[in-house]
């Protein structure tokens, strides 16, 4: 996974929670070769400043697939609803759906 902070300089706790985000999508490794996150902060909308997170998975077949921007004031909750977003997704995916259920081989 590649990781960017826009903004600001990031976490050793924002990286930790990335890391364990990413193994929730590893059910799905057989279709997915890896992904990109981008953790931007925005201008301060009232007291705290805004995260606005954005996740691209990439497919074993080099296509990228973007998932909606998920915006919220920690930066922690805005990665939990875009790994939510990745995983809804990949289960809605056809050939993610035959993977989950043992009819497609990793490799193959």
Same mark, same amino acid.
Request: with cysteine; net charge negative; proline share 4%.
């Given at each position: 996974?590649?990781?960017? @902070?826009?903004?600001?300089?990031?976490?050793?706790?924002?990286?930790?929670?990335?890391?364990?985000?990413?193994?929730?999508?590893?059910?799905?490794?057989?279709?997915?070769s890896g992904c990109h996150l981008a953790v931007e902060q925005?201008?301060? $909308?009232? $007291?705290?400043?805004? @995260?606005?997170?954005?996740?691209?998975?990439?497919?074993? $077949?080099?296509?990228?697939?973007?998932?909606?921007?998920?915006?919220n004031e920690d930066p922690i909750a805005?990665?939990?609803?875009?790994?939510?977003?990745?995983?809804?997704?990949?289960? $809605?995916?056809?050939?993610?759906?035959?993977?989950?259920?043992?009819?497609?081989?990793?490799?193959?």
């Amino acid at each position: 996974m590649q990781i960017v @902070y826009l903004g600001f300089a990031g976490s050793s706790a924002l990286d930790a929670e990335a890391g364990v985000q990413l193994l929730r999508l590893d059910r799905f490794s057989g279709t997915l070769s890896g992904c990109h996150l981008a953790v931007e902060q925005l201008g301060a $909308s009232g $007291s705290a400043p805004a @995260y606005d997170v954005r996740l691209e998975l990439l497919s074993v $077949s080099r296509e990228f697939k973007p998932i909606a921007h998920c915006e919220n004031e920690d930066p922690i909750a805005a990665m939990h609803a875009a790994f939510d977003a990745a995983e809804r997704e990949l289960r $809605s995916a056809p050939i993610a759906h035959a993977a989950l259920q043992g009819r497609v081989r990793s490799g193959n």
